[in-house]
């Protein structure tokens, strides 16, 4: 098991900026910063992730890896592999069976109930630091009236209250388990893992890029992670930074 470094903060901006400001005192492979609260909760394309109050899972895991162990491309894995792990504990502890929309997000009953945002900082090539920040509802009795129609909780969805910490353990434990397989080369495990729970076998989706519009089949990710897509008879790959989508019927 990884000896980690755990951070505990009462409020913060956001855990993800956090990591970024203060890797460089992080003396242990991976550290694990959590807040109680966000005031300025990130997703992705730079949009607010609402957190600011103490009912979810705000936390940042941030891995340093020893010099040329994890290659630039092995950190497109890392949203994959966060997902996979986030799905997996959501499944363990609440008995109920999540979705992954991709790139990052996780649906319950086709709502959203987690946000992950990876962040990386690649000095000549050489991987330096991945923040894997990840947002999960979990004891909300109601959401944000901003987000109450397209976001949940995991309360909600169940009528269990879980104890945050104990979430938080479980996926770290998935992450470091994760980790150590993509370390080794052993990535199929973590796409298996993924396709398991994704919810992007052969749907019908809409997604946005560079201000147009368009439709196509997706049909898994491939070993970088990227969306694999039928659209007008062809095969595309969809790059996570640059689209916004859509799930048919979801
Ligand atoms: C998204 O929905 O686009 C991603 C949301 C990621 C939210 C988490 S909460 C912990 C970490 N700190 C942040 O500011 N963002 C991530």
């Known amino acids: 098991m990884y000896d980690m470094e755990f951070i505990k903060l009462p409020y913060i901006n956001s855990t993800n900026t956090y990591a970024k400001d203060n890797a460089k005192s992080f003396s242990k492979e991976i550290t694990l910063i959590q807040s109680e609260v966000q005031s300025h909760g990130r997703g992705r394309l730079d949009r607010a992730f609402i957190s600011d109050n103490s009912q979810g899972a705000w936390f940042s895991v941030a891995i340093k890896p020893e010099k040329g162990i994890i290659t630039p491309e092995m950190v497109l894995l890392m949203p994959v592999m966060a997902a996979s792990a986030t799905a997996l504990t959501i499944e363990t502890v609440y008995g109920i069976r999540p ?77 470091a388990f994760f980790y150590d397989k993509i370390k080794h080369g052993e990535t199929a495990c973590i ?16 997604y946005t ?29 969809l790059d996570s930074s640059e689209v916004r989508l859509k799930i048919q019927g979801v």
């Open 99 to 175: 979705g992954i929309k991709w790139p990052n997000d996780i649906l319950i009953n086709s709502k959203k109930a987690c946000g992950i945002l990876c962040e990386s900082r690649i000095i000549h090539n050489d991987v330096y630091l991945v923040v894997i920040g990840i947002g999960i509802n979990l004891n909300q009795k109601k959401m944000h009236p901003d987000i109450a129609d397209i976001a949940t909780s995991l309360l909600i969805e169940t009528g269990t209250e879980v104890p945050i910490d104990l979430i938080i353990q479980n996926i770290c434990g998935n992450v």
């Open 209 to 237: 890029k560079e201000q147009l519009s368009y439709t196509a089949i997706s049909k898994g990710i491939n070993t970088d992670g990227r969306l694999i897509i039928e659209q007008d008879g062809k095969i595309i790959y």
């Open 191 to 206: 796409i298996d893992k993924w396709n398991e729970y994704s919810l992007m076998n052969n749907a019908v989706i809409t």
